[in-house]
């Protein structure tokens, strides 16, 4: 039989695991695993946070047009061209950045909502390159937030198809050695710039099969010689009607000939070629096992047991990559349900759950730079694969530092007040510790109560 308690610790792990944070005043949900369920119902791909977002390929044609003007005219000229370009790149990805948080205060689908920000960071871009930095939030709206529920091939597809992820890794520059654009090239005496293979590499060790899977070097070479051609339309005008930014398969820089990749044959067939081969990874027996262990470690430990993984890369190959199967297997492992929050909170997510827990409806504060004070700037891992998902990237005494400033600014906006000894209970339901209770009681002002509670270890783990 359930207790009253074990209940109450089911619906904090299905608000603060599985969600993004309890609020205040939340309706309580009877049944926490239905809620989590149901939420699949109602997730709105373009939720109305983002409903003044640009469409991708509106702001890669805007951001051509400003790259046009730095070509132009005398050096005083292009020097101003080149500071706006820069100015409204970073202004874009510092609005694009709100509008996310602002999406994750407001949802009605925390779990879905999580789910897109974990996907997101698997499919890591960077914004350290200012023409990847002002289409990384399209990137997350049209490549992920579509496809978050759908099967895992549709999305790895929309992400490998994307002109974010085409210019992160460079397979825009890659041209096949043999193809008739190289040919060409040396006829007329022209560098030739050859296959890029960062691309192919990443699909294969980081989106897929993940490494020390059984490919060689052999494999990712073929692979990206099938992905030649794969390119994005024409960033400036673009001839023909072509959309800026928009998925072009050009054929002149495709290598030609079949392809050997992991001991099958891939006849060529241009561009559906490299579709052949996204087609098998996605539905590899080792990408199965990757994304189990991925989402096992994002939900359940940072270390999870190699049953869950392997319960959770069953439901992944019977159901042929469909995500909401896989879920559904991980709202029901008992695993994932342990009273005891083992997940520590990377600086998003405890930012995010912090303004959640006092009541912020919208962000009244920049939240970029806010992110970057504390470690994780939004869609800046530094490297392909992401941040990590583990206690020991974020838990360092100069990070928990950070917070505890954090969290002093955060209460200084909060839109309400609150008593930090009602909010604690209400937020940690069956979970608030004795030693954080006391440790809020004590404190000499409300303010400083409620930053305790947010940087309580109760509030930092999930």
């Known amino acids: 039989m359930t207790t009253a308690a074990s209940q109450a610790e089911r619906l904090a792990v299905a608000m603060n695991r599985f969600g993004l944070g309890a609020r205040p005043g ?16 109602r997730y709105e791909p373009t939720p109305p946070a983002f409903e003044r977002a640009l469409p991708g390929a509106e702001i890669a044609h805007r951001f051509s047009e400003g790259r046009m003007a730095v070509r132009g005219g005398d050096a005083v000229a292009k020097m101003a061209a080149r500071k706006e370009l820069r100015q409204n790149g970073q202004a874009l990805y510092r609005d694009e950045v709100q509008m996310r948080a602002r999406s994750a205060l407001a949802t009605g689908t925390p779990f879905v909502e999580r789910l897109v920000h974990f996907w997101s960071n698997h499919f890591a871009v960077s914004a350290d390159k200012l023409p990847v930095a002002v289409l990384a939030g399209a990137f997350e709206r049209e490549a992920i937030r ?5 099967n895992f091939e549709d999305m790895l597809l929309a992400v490998v198809r994307h002109p974010a992820m085409q210019l992160f890794l460079d397979q825009i520059r890659s041209v096949g050695p043999n193809s008739p654009m190289a040919q060409n090239g040396e006829r007329r005496n022209r560098h030739n710039p050859g296959i890029n293979e960062n691309l192919a590499r990443e699909i294969m060790e980081l989106h897929t099969l993940g490494v020390r899977t059984g490919y060689t070097q052999a494999d990712v070479t073929q692979f990206a010689l099938a992905l030649t051609g794969w390119n994005v339309q024409g960033l400036g005008a673009g001839p023909n009607g072509e959309q800026p930014g928009a998925f072009a398969y050009r054929p002149r820089r495709h290598e030609p000939g079949p392809r050997d990749i992991l001991g099958k044959t891939y006849a060529d067939t241009g561009e559906e070629q490299a579709g052949a081969v996204l087609h098998d990874l996605a539905t590899h027996d080792a990408t199965a096992t990757h994304i189990a262990t991925k989402l096992a470690r994002h939900f359940i430990a940072d270390e999870p047991s190699d049953s ?21 297997a991980l709202v029901a492992m008992p695993d994932a349900w342990e009273p005891r929050a083992v997940k520590f909170k990377t600086p998003w997510d405890w930012t995010i759950s912090s303004l959640r827990a006092l009541g912020f409806e919208r962000p009244d504060m920049p939240v970029a730079p806010l992110l970057n004070q504390l470690g994780q700037p939004v869609w800046r891992p530094g490297s392909p694969a992401g941040y990590d998902d583990a206690a020991a990237s974020w838990a360092a005494p100069d990070a928990l530092v950070r917070r505890v400033e954090a969290a002093q600014r955060i209460v200084g906006k909060a839109p309400v007040e609150l008593d930090a000894r009602q909010l604690a209970p209400e937020l940690l339901r069956g979970t608030l510790s004795d030693l954080t209770r006391r440790e809020i009681g004590r404190a000499e002002s409300g303010p400083t109560a409620l930053a305790l509670l947010l940087v309580s270890p109760d509030f930092q783990r999930r």
Do not use: C, M, N
């Open 308 to 328: 869950t993984v392997q319960t959770l890369a069953s439901a992944y190959t019977a159901s042929g990559g469909d995500l909401k199967a896989v879920y559904a």
């Open 146 to 150: 579509p496809h978050v529920l759908g």
């Open 26 to 41: 939340d309706s309580i949900p009877t049944d926490a695993k239905r809620w989590l369920i149901d939420q699949f119902e």
